[in-house]
């Protein structure tokens, strides 16, 4: 007898596809080009951006391929299974701290941003609140339906980008371009280090692998989904660089919504397109927001087996509002976010290449 | 599903309670079994049912035999011909000619097998009895039998089988489903001639005993639905289902949502292809309105009408009504956030004719955007209560004076008229009733969101409503499907409507068992 | 579970409708649409106090009247100004001025006046506010008055009926002459601020009732304050030489004949032979494309001797105009308006790098390098007829 497949609580590899670019873009697209081109000359940024997308993308196949290995098992039971179970509740606890602190990053500046380009006298504290709110309406639901709402999403977020560039390529000038491959070794090395945290997000894979009905294929959806976020960014990237030129660029908070706020609709139904741009880009930093806080509640669940998750969400999103509003001011946020992002990426890596080489000493062989 | 399960559970209560109801029963002078005596037992169905006016018995004794004998019957739930043709006469005439058996067990059987010739079945309780008369049958005693014959006269007035009036297509069949479940199997099967093709019948309604007959195609359907559908059926309980809507209230999954998750429809052709689709339909005795399940999102946006003509105007349709689906629900809203919080987003020379209009109007964009929207709601709720010809006058004095005579005396601006009127107008070309209502709703939610927050306001509430429709399901089905869960195969009949020919196969979200289907099944709703 | 996710909705929209007060909703009718500023030296200007003024043009919507109600005699705009010493505190003062706060998103036009722009860091710091702000659009376009800025918001334009409209619209449409410099955005002086380079912007007068856009302001790159101006002819010269021509017209003689050469776009070459910086090999080669627009006399022009004729006479001419305005960026205002640093820059940049200080200022670099203008012409057309006149007997 047939099931009823898709109304199990699992994914298609087609969802996890899409829900690792989701996660990938963010806030970060907002203002990755400024910092790029500060540390680069002319476009020479698309060096960094493409080998820190290769270098993320090999890290992605990497963490797929050891997840994927262990099918129908939650992080916590593999990893215990390789190394010892107090050391994978250690590892699960920390990725569980280091997701609610991406939730709370993107929370916080998406309450800075919407304060800067729509509102004028709303506080910060009730936009973050009110942001803080849905988000958690989301993570209440099922965990599928969080995947499946990247499905209903990315298509538009992804159709407002390539938007924004197409009605830009007017204003490309490809003067702006030149010279090539002028930055010295530093600079590439500087921008690759900001590229890398653009990608951070392979690591939600250590824990939806388990939700997807057929494993095996994850390496490879997950590879391909990896890819989009590298292409968005090199494309926004150069038409940013094309339009404003270097030193424009690297003086901009957010270069992308200004490249959005020059953008003409033939027609003129209405003007002033960045508003649109980042009102539809608030369900890309949703998206990533919902995950983080998920898999925050998934790490935890797994750790406090029998607590309900709701209660579990409950308790930790009063925290996460907290510490969402606690750095002082711009540049506050902007160093955590640094912060932050060293740490995703330097513990992501750090437990895969753990996993990796106890998993091969101990010989641990995957099931199935 | 625990709200199911709740009711199975509830229903167990009852089932408990009525068996009190029947020790009552036995409790007052009447019995609930059927005696050998046919005067004992036609004292105890009067008994039972209070003794009616309309309650017809007519004692006669076989001819040319001593053998006492009843029927009895409810003066215009039945077809007096029939009685008459069938059962007076043929009694009367048939027994003459034949060799009867003397034995009156041999008797009976004759009777039931050889002289009557409308469709029978027995009795054995007062209950099925009362149930009988009560649908229309007759009943036939013999004296001396403790069984009775129940006889199917079911015949009364009903409406002829005309176009339904909401929903109207302009190339298409003209036939709509009436109040008398028969006709309307009978309509199904006109369109289905499949062996396959499933009627199950339900009873509900616990006083008034409706029919409901589920069908769907073997082969095709995927079997959970018709057993999950089969069990929320059974935990229905309640007196009357006067409505499809009560049914459907009961088997739906979340109460809360504003979205209908079944499919209401009077047209047999909607039916017949949502069930070669692998659907299911529920009929209900005494309703023309049909519900299909399961149902997504998508569905709310189609017509047959959209398979009737060609793929280009199909797909042009579709388009169009998604377009009308979202003007109805963010149009006054988008207003509203780019009047108060955006202005900066309208074109400068509109930016400047709209502050223009605004000019004297007293009242803030969203409470002038409220006024207005309730007042078209008020406008459509009248016109819908009246008869047509008293309908359209609400229209007129509603839409042209009202509005005329509120732009001048400078309570609205005329922009808000513009922008309710191509709001409600979008909101009619959405092709179900239901839907358009839902939508409707959501455009208040949309309103009070935007006059809170504006454009950032309107995302959260888009989001919100997305998080809602990804948790949503349909007996099991989710209801964003196919957009999420993505079946890009299913794409082929959602917003683009492809070529008939192409669209060979059922959709994937139904798992239906026989995936491929002929051209006809590939009609989506 | 039902009754879960009923505390959920209900807390949720009570916490969404209790704790918001609606901060930033203002009617759009509450707006002051700012439509263009203009930027002049106050009347009690003096080196210690440096008192600005600001007019912005703001649209009375009701003014500008619907097209169904015809016009009633109010005034499509009114011009509010107000003085301070930097522009945060002048709109500060202005907001006392009118009912209706000023409102940035809609402005499309940045008059400087050519006092204020004259004074060193001074239009820096102006256009500080407008990049900054996140109202201003990246699009405001900028120009310099040659007198007060306040005048040219004050003309009574026809057909239009909003000055900063109509001064908006003529620079749009002159785009096609080679007399003006198109028109040159905030985003594009963005740029220039931050390249520390010199650069053009357009400039526009009034004189008697008319407005007069033509010429342009040369700005110094480290003071960012304007040094000198380019005249119409100048301009031309300076278009040519960047190919940054859309259209326009070249008047010449040939025989004593007055012709017009209307260019249909030109494209320049630019060559940099930067082997030795302290004197370096610029050539620039102009090739354009046009058709021949008028003619004063009777020759044929089908004889291709005639035509060949006149294109080398069009040519001396853009050699001429294009030399007389090197000559003046070179000895005058020792500043490269042509923009081949950028050429430098793209094309040899690890040359631009070590004379990258020495280019405009110092050894001054541009001035010394040598440059040589060539062009080629081609006549696409001549119109419709060979000759309006006939031949004369001879």
Redesign the interface.
């Known amino acids: 007898?047939?099931?009823?497949?898709?109304?199990d609580e699992l994914?298609?590899e087609?969802?996890i596809m899409i829900a690792i670019p989701s996660f990938v873009i963010g806030v970060g697209v907002l203002t990755f080009s400024k910092d790029m081109a500060a540390v680069t000359?002319?476009a020479d940024g698309w060096i960094p951006i493409l080998i820190g997308g290769i270098i993320a993308i090999m890290i992605t196949w990497i963490v797929a391929k050891l997840a994927s290995s262990f099918p129908n098992q939650t992080f916590l039971s593999y990893a215990s299974c390789i190394v010892t179970k107090p050391v994978a509740l250690v590892l699960t606890f920390l990725f569980a701290v280091i997701a609610s602190q991406l939730a709370v990053l993107q929370i916080r500046e998406i309450a800075d941003i919407?304060k800067?380009?729509?509102?004028?006298?709303?506080?910060v504290e009730?936009?973050a609140?009110?942001?803080l709110?849905?988000v958690v309406?989301?993570v209440?639901?099922?965990r599928v339906?969080?995947l499946?709402?990247?499905?209903?999403?990315f298509p538009i977020i992804l159709v407002i980008s390539l938007l924004v560039i197409v009605f830009s390529l007017n204003r490309f000038e490809w003067?702006h371009l030149?010279?090539m491959l002028?930055t010295d070794f530093t600079g590439y090395m500087k921008g690759l280090r900001s590229a890398i945290f653009s990608y951070v997000g392979f690591g939600i894979l250590w824990f939806y692998t388990v939700l997807v009905k057929k494993p095996k294929k994850v390496p490879k959806k997950a590879v391909i989904g990896m890819c989009i976020p590298v292409g968005l960014y090199l494309f926004i990237y150069v038409s940013i660089i094309g339009v404003?030129?270097n030193?424009?660029t690297s003086?901009l908070l957010f270069p992308t919504i200004?490249l959005a706020?020059?953008v003409?609709i033939p027609g003129?139904?209405?003007?002033?397109f960045e508003?649109?741009f980042f009102?539809?880009w608030?369900?890309a930093i949703?998206n990533t927001t919902a995950m983080a806080l998920d898999i925050c509640v998934f790490a935890l669940n797994s750790i406090f087996k029998n607590v309900q998750k709701?209660k579990i969400l409950f308790v930790l999103s009063p925290l996460v509002y907290a510490n969402a509003m606690y750095p002082q001011d711009l540049i506050e946020v902007y160093t955590y976010g640094t912060i932050v992002g060293y740490i995703t990426f330097g513990y992501t890596v750090f437990v895969a290449l753990l996993l990796l080489v106890v998993g091969k000493l101990r010989g641990v062989k995957p099931i199935g | 599903m625990s709200v199911v399960a709740r009711r199975v559970k509830r229903k167990q209560n009852v089932i408990q309670n009525s068996n009190k109801q029947e020790e009552n029963k036995q409790k007052e002078n009447f019995s609930i079994t059927i005696y050998k005596e046919l005067d004992k037992n036609i004292t105890n169905l009067k008994k039972m049912l209070g003794e009616p006016i309309d309650l017809v018995v007519r004692p006669f004794t076989v001819r040319g035999t001593e053998h006492k004998c009843a029927i009895a019957y409810i003066d215009g739930l039945v077809n007096d011909d029939l009685i008459h043709s069938h059962i007076m006469k043929n009694v009367q005439l048939e027994t003459e000619r034949k060799q009867l058996p003397d034995e009156k067990v041999k008797l009976f059987e004759v009777i039931n097998n050889e002289i009557i010739s409308a469709s029978t079945e027995k009795g054995y309780t007062l209950d099925d009895l009362s149930n009988a008369l009560l649908n229309g049958d007759t009943i036939f005693y013999l004296d001396g039998i403790d069984k009775v014959l129940l006889i199917d006269t079911r015949g009364w007035e009903s409406r002829a089988i005309e176009e339904p009036d909401s929903e109207t297509v302009i190339r298409g069949p003209r036939e709509g489903f009436v109040e008398n479940i028969q006709t309307n199997l009978v309509l199904l099967r006109r369109h289905i001639r499949d062996p396959n093709l499933r009627l199950k019948k339900h009873y509900i309604g616990r006083r008034s005993k409706k029919t409901i007959a589920v069908t769907y195609v073997d082969g095709i359907i995927n079997p959970d639905i018709v057993k999950e559908v089969d069990r929320r059926l059974r935990a229905i309980d309640m007196d009357d289902a006067p409505g499809v809507g009560y049914i459907e209230q009961w088997i739906e999954d979340s109460f809360l949502s504003p979205f209908p998750q079944l499919i209401n429809t009077e047209r047999p052709d909607k039916v017949s292809a949502a069930l070669l689709q692998g659907k299911l339909a529920i009929f209900l005795d005494g309703t023309p309105l049909v519900l299909v399940l399961p149902a997504t999102f998508g569905n709310a946006l189609q017509s047959p009408e959209d398979y009737y003509e060609r793929w280009t105007i199909g797909t042009l349709i579709r388009g169009l009504r998604y377009l009308a689906a979202f003007i109805s629900v963010f149009l006054p809203a988008l207003y509203v956030a780019l009047v108060s919080y955006h202005p900066g987003m309208i074109p400068q020379k509109l930016a400047f004719s709209i502050a223009a209009t605004r000019e004297g109007v007293p009242f803030p964009p969203f409470i002038e955007a409220l006024l207005m929207t309730i007042t078209m709601e008020l406008l459509r709720e009248a016109g819908a209560r009246l008869p047509t010809t008293i309908g359209q006058t609400i229209g007129i004095v509603g839409g042209l004076v009202i509005g005329e005579a509120a732009v001048q005396a400078g309570i609205v601006s005329p922009i808000m008229v513009i922008v309710v009127a191509l709001n409600a107008i979008a909101s009619f070309a959405i092709p179900s009733y239901s839907v358009a209502i839902s939508f409707r709703i959501l455009l208040f939610g949309f309103l009070i969101a935007s006059a809170v927050f504006g454009l950032f306001g309107i995302i959260l509430a888009y989001i919100m409503i997305n998080i809602h429709l990804v948790n949503l399901k349909s007996i099991g089905v989710p209801y964003s499907t196919p957009f999420a869960p993505t079946f890009l195969r299913d794409w082929n009949d959602l917003i683009f409507r492809s070529p008939i020919p192409l669209i060979s196969r059922r959709p994937k979200y139904l798992q239906a068992e026989d995936e491929k289907s002929g051209n006809t099944g590939g009609k989506n709703l | 579970m039902v009754k879960q996710k009923l505390i959920q909705i209900t807390t949720y929209f009570l916490m969404v409708i209790l704790l918001t007060g609606c901060w930033d909703q203002i009617s759009i009718e509450e707006h002051g649409f700012v439509v263009g500023s203009a930027i002049d030296k106050a009347n009690d200007y003096s080196d210690e106090n440096m008192n600005l003024s600001l007019t912005n043009q703001i649209v009375s919507p009701a003014g500008l009247g619907t097209p169904a109600g015809g016009g009633n005699n109010k005034s499509p705009f009114v011009n509010v100004t107000a003085t301070g010493t930097s522009i945060f505190t002048i709109n500060r003062n202005m907001v006392q001025e009118i009912s209706r706060a000023p409102f940035y998103e809609h402005v499309r036009l940045l008059i400087v006046s050519e006092e204020v722009a004259r004074e060193p860091e001074i239009f820096a710091s102006i256009l500080d506010i407008f990049i900054r702000d996140q109202e201003m659009r990246r699009g405001i376009k900028i120009m310099i008055a040659k007198n007060k800025a306040k005048e040219l918001l004050e003309i009574k334009p026809e057909p239009e009926q909003l000055p900063v409209r109509y001064l908006d619209m003529i620079s749009d449409n002159n785009y096609k002459s080679i007399d003006m410099i198109d028109p040159v955005t905030l985003g594009n002086v963005h740029d220039f601020l931050l390249n520390n380079k010199s650069y053009v912007l357009p400039k526009i007068s009034l004189s008697e009732n008319e407005v007069d856009y033509k010429g342009a302001a040369v700005f110094h790159g480290l003071n960012d304050n304007m040094v000198a101006e380019l005249t119409a002819q100048e301009t031309k010269g300076m278009n040519l030489v960047k190919g940054d021509v859309n259209g326009g017209v070249i008047k010449f003689k040939v025989e004593d004949h007055v012709m017009t050469f209307e260019l249909e776009g030109a494209k320049s070459k630019i060559k940099i032979d930067p082997k030795d910086p302290k004197n370096m090999d610029i050539s620039v080669n102009v090739e354009v494309e046009g058709r021949l627009a008028e003619m004063y006399g009777s020759k044929t022009l089908l004889d291709p001797s005639y035509l060949s004729k006149i294109e080398e006479k069009v040519a001396k001419k853009i050699e001429k105009l294009a030399n007389q305005t090197i000559d003046k960026a070179q000895k005058e205002m020792k500043l490269d308006i042509f923009d081949f640093d950028k050429i430098l820059k793209q094309k040899h940049y690890s040359i631009w790098k070590r004379i990258k200080k020495d280019w405009e200022d110092g050894e001054n670099y541009f001035a010394n390098s040598r440059i040589d203008v060539s062009a080629d012409v081609q006549i696409r057309e001549t119109g419709a007829t060979n000759r309006a006149k006939g031949k004369r007997h001879e």
């Open positions: 007898m047939k099931r009823f497949k898709h109304a994914i298609s087609r969802e000359i002319a919407s800067q380009y729509i509102f004028d006298r709303t506080p009730v936009i609140l009110t942001f709110l849905v309406y989301a209440a639901g099922s339906g969080l499946r709402l990247n499905m209903m999403f003067n030149f010279p002028e404003f030129g030193a424009v003086n200004e706020k020059g003409e003129e139904i209405f003007e002033r508003s649109v009102t539809i608030i369900m949703f709701y």
